[in-house]
C-alpha cells in the first residue's frame, strides 16, 4: 500500500515496486483518512491488508504521524501482519527522529530507490 498525497510519488514508488517484483499488488491511496479506514474496516482480513505500506509524512487533515497514532489503535492482527515505511523528504532532524521511535516502523528518504526496496524485502 501506497499512502501519498502526491500522486507523482506515488507513481514513481509503485513503478520502482513492480520493477523489483511485477507480480505484487499495490493499493495506492491519496488520502490518508481513505487510507486508514480501508485499514480500520478490513483490519480483520489478511487477505485484503497490505503486508507494508509505504507512508508519507506530510499530507494534509491525517499526516503520516496521525496515521500511524491511528493505525496503532487497530487489532493486533493488522499490527502483526502489516509493516509501516515512512517515505519523506524531510531533513528535519526532529521528524525523523519521531519517525523512527517505533522499531516497527521503517524510515527512508524520497525518492525511494531499488537498494531500500530490495533491502526490506529480504
Not at 532532524?93 to 523512527?100: G, N, S, T
Amino acid at each position: 500500500m501506497i499512502v501519498d498525497d502526491n500522486e507523482f510519488d506515488c507513481y514513481i514508488t509503485s513503478k520502482l515496486i513492480n520493477s523489483f517484483d511485477s507480480t505484487i499488488d499495490i493499493m495506492e491511496f491519496n488520502s490518508s483518512t481513505t487510507a486508514i479506514e480501508y485499514l480500520e474496516e478490513y483490519q480483520s482480513d489478511l487477505k485484503k491488508l497490505p503486508s507494508l505500506i509505504f507512508l508519507d509524512i506530510y499530507m494534509p487533515i491525517l499526516d503520516g504521524f496521525k496515521f500511524i497514532e491511528r493505525f496503532s489503535k487497530l487489532s493486533e492482527k493488522i499490527k502483526d501482519y502489516t509493516k509501516i515505511c515512512i517515505l519523506s523528504t524531510t531533513v528535519d532532524d526532529l521528524h525523523i527522529h519521531k519517525a523512527k521511535i517505533d522499531e516497527n516502523v521503517l524510515f527512508t528518504s524520497k525518492p525511494i530507490t531499488m537498494e531500500f526496496i530490495q533491502s526490506i524485502a529480504q
